[in-house]
């Protein structure tokens, strides 16, 4: 298989030093994703241990995002108390938090297979020369069908609209 000279050349994942950055916009960026990816970590720590976690960060602008498991204030109560928890009904709430937690890792799993599977789709259109800026039924003129073409066509849209249909149930 040759390999298309037009590939996009990226950098990659680099190490970067640690330290300041100077740059307002770039540091506020920088903020935005690595809060994300805490709290991803987090999240992932308490579905995999059973952990219970709080984080609270306060932004350049003064705004406060936290993260807790089951919630940050059962969290930071039992902190507060020195690992008792004053409240009995945290238990019911640790386990509905796990349970969001653990749909929301199945979520993302499902989220990260159906790129692969948009990507392997994108590649096999390439590989066949579409080019269409539509999708296939979009770039049909169906005035130039001959009747076997004709009849293809229908069964192909009422099998789409059966698919599209069936989607909408879901």
């Not at 330290?19 to 920088?30: A, D, F, G, M, P």
């Not at 790129?115 to 269409?132: L, T, Y």
Request: aromatic letters at 8%; proline letters at 1%.
């Amino acid at each position: 298989m040759v390999k298309d000279a037009r590939q996009k050349m990226t950098q990659g994942r680099k190490k970067i030093e640690i330290k300041k950055i100077e740059n307002l916009s770039s540091r506020q960026v920088t903020f935005s994703k690595r809060r994300g990816g805490l709290f991803k970590k987090a999240s992932e720590l308490c579905i995999l241990s059973g952990a219970e976690v709080a984080i609270i960060v306060y932004s350049l602008g003064k705004h406060v995002f936290s993260f807790g498991h089951p919630t940050t204030e059962a969290v930071v109560e039992r902190f507060l108390n020195g690992g008792v928890s004053e409240t009995s009904n945290t238990a019911p709430a640790a386990a509905k938090a796990r349970d969001y937690n653990q749909h929301y890792s199945d979520i993302c799993k499902e989220l990260e297979m159906e790129k692969k599977r948009m990507k392997a789709i994108e590649e096999v259109k390439r590989e066949q020369g579409f080019v269409g800026g539509g999708d296939w039924w979009e770039n049909v003129v169906v005035d130039e069908l001959e009747l076997g073409e004709l009849e293809q066509y229908a069964v192909a849209m009422e099998e789409l609209m059966k698919n599209l249909l069936f989607l909408r149930m879901i």
